[in-house]
Every structure is written in C-alpha cells, then in structure tokens.
C-alpha cells in the first residue's frame, strides 16, 4: 500500500499525490464532506456549499482523471473505487448540498468507467450510516434518530466503517473483474 496524504479541494496537491503514488493499480477514493454542520435543509450556506462540491466533486473527479491517466499510461490494469453514500438512493433532507455531491459521484463513476475502459474499472461503493464519531455526535443522532435508524435497518445495527471495509476493498480487487460503471449498496438493507 501506498500512502499519500494531501488536499483534493487542489489539483496542484493531487498530482502530486498522483506522481508519489504513480505504480498504484488500485485507489480508494474515500474522501468527503458531508456537511455536518448542516442540521436543515433551510440552512444554506455558501461557503459550505462551494467546499463539499469542491472536495466531493471536483476533487474525486480529479483524483480519478490523475490517477486513471497514470494507470492508463503505465500499460497497468487497475481499479478506481470511489466511496459514495446510499444517498444516492434516498436524498437527504438533512443535507441536500452533501446529496448533491454524492449524486455527482455517479456521474464522474459512469464517464470514466468508459474512458478508460477496458484497462482500468471505476466503481461506486456506497455504505449507509456508520458507528463514526462524525455521525453518532449529530445532534439528530443524539435526539432518537439513531434508535429509528437501528429499528429500519433489517441487519439491526450501524456498523464501524471497518465492518464495511472488505466490501469496498472487493471493488478494488481482480475478484471484481468484470464489474465498472456501477455502484454496491452495503447498508444493512436500510435503502431496500
């Protein structure tokens, strides 16, 4: 595995994370803002706005163009999987703006799937709600939500993100082979 760390709301920083990381044959896209300070959907605010569809649009957009070049380039097969959200699914109330930047994910997944098809597979991986400090300290989480949500979710529980991990890994893997363009719901059965 391979590590770089950087900004993607900047492309300078994200090919320089592409050049660090350059013989990668698979990335995990999981980066994004979910606008938590986001309580209502009444509560626009334009500076958050302009962040989340720079960090969950643009800059997956970005990573998946630099590193997707690189793969091609290199003669490499590989796999991009991006994390996403079964808001995809739903819409979100809460956070219209964090929807928005998810649903764009699945435009960036389908057009490069085909761009750099058949070398390199992109895929969507959208987990539902998890056991993250991020999440459980919401305050619609504090105020009952998360009971609702335990009771609607056939698997009876929010998961830890590393319960999910080796679903999203699998996208990553020649197990996968055959599998671009498309996303895999892994919450529970919540979104059914």
Avoid at 12 to 30: F, H, P, Q, T
Avoid at 95 to 114: D, E, F, M, Q, V
Avoid at 117 to 130: E, Y
Avoid at 156 to 164: A, S
Wanted: glycine share 10%; aromatic share 6%; with cysteine.
């Amino acid at each position: 595995a391979a590590l770089a760390q950087g900004d993607i709301s900047h492309w300078d920083e994200i090919k320089r994370m592409a050049e660090e990381a350059s013989d990668v044959d698979a990335l995990v896209n999981n980066v994004g803002d979910m606008a938590s300070s986001q309580t209502s959907w009444r509560e626009i605010d334009e500076s958050v706005l302009d962040h989340v569809l720079d960090v969950d649009i643009k800059g997956t957009m970005l990573m998946v163009h630099e590193f997707g070049v690189r793969m091609l380039d290199r003669g490499a097969r590989g796999a991009i999987v991006n994390i996403g959200s079964t808001v995809i699914v739903r819409g979100s109330p809460r956070a219209p703006i964090y929807a928005a930047g998810k649903y764009g994910l699945l435009g960036i997944t389908k057009s490069y799937a085909k761009a750099l098809a058949p070398q390199v597979r992109v895929n969507t991986f959208a987990p539902g709600f998890m056991d993250t400090p991020a999440v459980m300290n919401r305050p619609d989480m504090q105020s009952g939500r998360l009971e609702q949500l335990q009771r609607d979710t056939p698997m009876g529980r929010i998961p830890p993100p590393e319960d999910l991990a080796g679903a999203a890994l699998f996208l990553g893997t020649d197990d996968a082979i055959h599998i671009t363009g498309s996303y895999m719901i892994c919450d529970g059965g919540y979104s059914m």
